[in-house]
């Protein structure tokens, strides 16, 4: 079973502070994602990766950045954080196939609470 | 960007029965792909199926199956002898075009089921 996991289920931070969120997967995948989920606003896309060392933005990429040095590892920085970026976060990964049609794995998410 | 709307924020459904849960979408691509994702409380995101746009045919996965208008720009999913185990949150998510593999969500369909 593919598996990504990622390095947190709940975290607490202070307004200001740096903060690294981790996922890293298991089946070899290419693609990588990270996304927020608001209620009411479903998933949002921050950032995506399809190689090592290679990014780009997805359609709220305001605030963070993000790190892929390792093919299973997909970092995700806020570099300073703000009480609205308290969210939950969700990494993902696919296969880098040339379709289209390839499943996203998800992980169970990080509930990041900014005070 | 992608608009994808999923007018319904909460349905219920008894067990046994069938509901169906709809989605509409822009796009101005003629093929792509369209997906329906669950996230059951225990949040970790599950594809449940997958149509692609150029398919006269609509897809079926067991209990579930949708209805793929294309013309219309709506992707149906519906579930039949619905299952405790179905109550979810409910994303739909066509992608950006042929093997494009970034996904627009839409807001999500928070399903119960009812004993």
């Known amino acids: 079973d593919v598996k990504v996991t990622q390095s947190s289920r709940y975290l607490v931070k202070r307004t200001g502070e740096k903060v690294f969120l981790e996922c890293v997967q298991d089946m070899d995948h290419e693609n990588m994602f990270w996304y927020r989920q608001d209620p009411g606003l479903g998933l949002r896309l921050i950032y995506f990766s399809y190689d090592v060392k290679m990014k780009e933005k997805g359609d709220i990429p305001e605030g963070y950045s993000v790190s892929r040095e390792k093919k299973e590892r997909f970092s995700l920085i806020l570099e300073s954080a703000s009480t609205n970026q308290t969210s939950m976060y969700l990494c993902?990964?696919?296969?880098?196939?040339?379709?289209?049609?390839?499943?996203?794995?998800f992980g169970p998410g990080t509930r990041l609470l900014v005070l | 960007a992608q608009t994808v709307t999923q007018s319904q924020p909460e349905m219920s459904v008894q067990e046994a029965e069938t509901v169906t849960l709809s989605c509409t979408y822009d796009t101005s691509e003629s093929d792509y792909y369209l997906f329906w994702y669950k996230q059951p409380p225990s949040r970790q995101m599950i594809l449940v199926i997958r149509q692609e746009a150029y398919k006269q045919q609509n897809a079926t996965e067991n209990r579930f199956s949708v209805n793929f208008q294309k013309a219309a720009k709506s992707f149906s999913l519906k579930i039949s002898d619905s299952q405790l185990g179905d109550a979810a949150m409910y994303f739909c998510a066509p992608n950006s075009g042929g093997s494009n593999y970034k996904l627009t969500f839409g807001k999500g369909t928070l399903l119960t089921v009812n004993p």
């Open positions: 993902a990964s696919s296969s880098g196939g040339a379709l289209g049609e390839e499943t996203q794995y």
